[in-house]
């Protein structure tokens, strides 16, 4: 007998998420236990013991962060797919489930970053403040009635869209077209990570050596410095910022290492190349 969610769940599920999503907000989990507590609901009413339950909710606790308005659709595919693998597909596991949710955070907070805190937000305050003139506070009540109003109806219709997705699993993420997907997805993250971190990170080194005076053309003394960075720019653009990246993705994958102890270590490599003149601490960041 197959098993439906029924509508009060649904609807549960997506409100705990729009109240919730950054419910136990740390730098190292961030709004993984948002979308646990989003699932809660799912799982109690789709499995009856206690073993099944706790299965199905440790599939939610590898990392997990977007922007949360477009990050509903996540939940709703995951609230799908978690109905779907209640009903016997034993193609849709864990694996599955995590490497959608892996897949799409990036390009969704992308996307919803550009769209949403850089643009429509915005948008609004700027019509707000021409209507908060003189300490008028129509621009505030138009701001919060209109941005509660505009993203609850948008989180809750690509919600119920990415639940749709779910629950036609079967004939849309499995098999080939399941890998062609995730690989898609995967390749897509990857290419949005890259341009954020060719976009946000900046190192530079300071170091210059002294290759003493020479004579220009006009006869004047001239002092001959050779700057590393300007010879690395020049063979490879940013390349610091790249070894930065790298080194940092080699401790938490290799090593194992928390978010939270990398930062630690970026802070002391950063703190004693600027005492010893190796970084440039107006430049890096």
């Given at each position: 007998m197959s098993v439906k969610l029924t509508?009060?769940?649904?609807?549960?599920?997506?409100?705990?998420?729009?109240?919730?999503?950054?419910?136990?907000?740390?730098?190292?989990?961030?709004?993984?236990?948002?979308?646990?507590?989003?699932?809660?609901?799912?799982?109690?009413?789709?499995?009856?013991?206690?073993?099944?339950?706790?299965?199905?909710?440790?599939?939610?606790t590898p990392f997990f962060n977007t922007e949360p308005q477009i990050g509903s659709m996540v939940v709703g595919i995951s609230v799908g797919l978690e109905e779907a693998r209640a009903n016997g597909h034993e193609e849709i596991d864990d694996e599955m489930i995590n490497?959608?949710?892996?897949?799409?955070?990036?390009?969704?907070?992308?996307?919803?970053?550009?769209?949403?805190?850089?643009?429509?937000?915005?948008?609004?305050?700027?019509?707000?403040?021409?209507?908060?003139?003189?300490?008028?506070?129509?621009?505030?009540?138009?701001?919060?009635?209109?941005?509660?109003?505009?993203?609850?109806?948008?989180?809750?219709?690509?919600?119920?869209?990415?639940?749709?997705?779910?629950?036609?699993?079967?004939?849309?993420?499995?098999?080939?077209?399941?890998t062609a997907f995730r690989e898609s997805m995967v390749m897509v993250g990857t290419i949005v990570i890259g341009s954020l971190a060719a976009s946000w990170i900046g190192v530079s080194t300071a170091l210059k050596f002294d290759l003493g005076t020479y004579y220009n053309a006009a006869g004047e003394q001239v002092a001959n410095v050779l700057r590393l960075q300007d010879t690395l720019n020049g063979i490879f653009p940013n390349l610091l910022s790249l070894l930065t990246v790298l080194f940092t993705w080699y401790l938490m994958t290799k090593k194992k290492m928390s978010p939270i102890t990398v930062m630690l270590i970026l802070v002391v490599v950063a703190l004693v190349g600027v005492l010893i003149g190796f970084f440039d601490p107006g430049l890096s960041y």
């Open positions: 509508k009060k769940t649904k609807d549960q599920a997506f409100w705990w998420w729009y109240n919730g999503n950054l419910t136990g907000f740390t730098h190292q989990h961030m709004q993984t236990f948002g979308f646990m507590c989003a699932m809660i609901p799912v799982i109690k009413e789709l499995y009856k013991d206690d073993t099944h339950r706790l299965r199905s909710l440790k599939t939610y490497g959608i949710r892996a897949g799409l955070m990036g390009p969704l907070a992308g996307i919803g970053d550009s769209l949403i805190p850089g643009t429509y937000i915005p948008i609004l305050l700027s019509i707000a403040l021409g209507l908060s003139t003189d300490g008028s506070p129509l621009g505030a009540i138009f701001y919060a009635i209109v941005y509660i109003g505009t993203m609850t109806f948008f989180m809750k219709y690509i919600f119920d869209k990415g639940y749709e997705l779910g629950g036609r699993a079967v004939d849309v993420v499995i098999g080939e077209q399941a």
